[in-house]
């Protein structure tokens, strides 16, 4: 779920397209919003987030190595 959803965000950045366009809201009156997003989100600065069980996949969409198995 984590690697669609930053995929949706790579769409979204690199070329205006794909299923987040028309998913943004007008805050004062909740209409829909294009928003154009194209070259405003740097995937290299951003992070993920993930607790619990899922903590362990957040780690892994996100880059991070996962250490061995404990023995």
Known sequence: MINR?????QQLTT??????VGAFRDAATGEPRRVDFRHRVDPHRGATLAYSRGGAGGDVAGGR????PVA
């Open 65 to 68: 190595p996962q250490p061995g």
């Open 15 to 20: 070329s205006g397209r794909g299923g987040l």
């Open 5 to 9: 959803h930053l995929a949706l965000w």
